[in-house]
């Protein structure tokens, strides 16, 4: 069973900085490409960023050039360094697969605001 938990998220004025993780467990780590979403009040989820296996990224334009995804096997996490924070950026986030996996993690809060 694939269980996803993200972590990090928090209040911080526009200009700052949040790291946030994501504990994956039930799949092949390893093996697999993951990404960063995020659902914003009243839009639909949105891919942010993606890694591959291999470590190859992607990003949304809206974060290219102020997020970076990562990702660490021996521990099963991907992070998403978030600089230069802006109100737009407030959302809930979430990790999944590239690909998303069944099943959702219940995502972590970032919220922008002076």
């Known amino acids: 069973q694939v269980q996803l938990v993200e972590s990090g998220g928090g209040l911080v004025q526009p200009g700052e900085s949040l790291r946030l993780s994501c504990a994956a467990s039930?799949?092949?780590?390893?093996?697999?490409?993951m990404a960063w979403y995020r659902r914003a009040p009243g839009k639909q989820r949105e891919l942010v960023a993606g890694?591959?296996?291999?470590?190859?990224?992607h990003y949304a334009d809206s974060v290219k050039g102020r997020f970076t995804i990562s990702r660490d096997n021996a521990k099963n996490t991907v992070y998403l360094q978030m600089n230069s924070l802006k109100p737009e950026d407030t959302a809930v986030y979430y990790c999944?697969?590239?690909?998303?996996?069944?099943?959702w993690g219940q995502g972590t809060q970032v919220t922008v605001s002076s």
């Open positions: 039930g799949i092949i780590f390893s093996s697999s490409a």
């Open positions: 890694i591959t296996s291999g470590g190859s990224t």
């Open positions: 999944n697969g590239w690909a998303p996996f069944g099943s």
